[in-house]
């Protein structure tokens, strides 16, 4: 696979088609995320589902999108 560039977006800020900003736990997860980022962490449980999310960092760091519908997916334009 080719390296992809990521999309010109902030690392911290999902895709609106993947994370609405509208949901009632957008902050919350939001939150989550940017805790992980922090600490370096590849991923941190979902405070809904309970499920293991992987931080755009990790994705981007990837280098290439796996289309498989991440949250946090930095190639997502």
Known sequence: MTRQPPADRPLDQPHPSRLDPAD???QQI?????????????G???????L?????????????CCERGCRHCPYLR
Do not use: K, N
């Open 30 to 42: 939001l939150e989550a995320h940017a805790a992980a980022l922090a600490s370096g962490s590849p």
């Open 52 to 64: 293991f999310v992987l931080t755009a960092v990790y994705l981007r760091d990837r280098g290439t």
């Open 44 to 50: 941190y449980l979902d405070p809904v589902s309970g």
């Open 24 to 26: 009632p736990q957008f």
